[in-house]
């Protein structure tokens, strides 16, 4: 069983950074791929990136994949996301996922362990 607590998000003026993170709890992750998704109020779940927990290859999505980076510290057993010159467009809610096969790595019915969320607002 491995269990996902995110955290960092909040309300931010469009330009602005945000980190989330994501702490990782559990048996077994470290052979996992873990990734980021969001959802937007609306809209459909929207991956964003995704990574292997034990050599941190990363699979980046289409979306703000030139502003967001997806990386991982290993010894703090936390994913976390960077997100720079955040736009309104970025206003989501957004959830870290882990599972140990994810293929593929983009779709949400490939991950079995989903985090409860942060919720991520970008003021205009």
């Known amino acids: 069983q491995v269990r996902l607590v995110e955290s960092g998000g909040g309300l931010v003026q469009a330009g602005g950074s945000l980190r989330l993170s994501c702490a990782v709890s559990?048996?077994?992750?470290?052979?996992?791929?873990m990734a980021w998704f969001r959802q937007a109020p609306g809209k459909e779940r929207e991956f964003i990136a995704a990574?292997?927990?034990?050599?941190?290859?990363?699979y980046p999505g289409d979306s703000a994949k030139d502003r967001f980076v997806i990386f991982r510290d290993s010894a703090a057993n936390t994913m976390y996301l960077q997100m720079d010159n955040l736009i309104p467009e970025d206003t989501a809610l957004y959830y870290c996922?882990?599972?140990?096969?994810?293929?593929?790595?983009?779709?949400?019915?490939?991950?079995?362990?989903w985090g409860q969320g942060t919720r991520v607002t970008v003021s205009s």
């Open positions: 996922a882990a599972d140990p096969v994810a293929i593929p790595k983009s779709r949400t019915e490939s991950y079995n362990y």
């Open positions: 990574i292997t927990w034990i050599d941190s290859i990363v």
């Open positions: 559990g048996r077994g992750f470290s052979r996992y791929i």
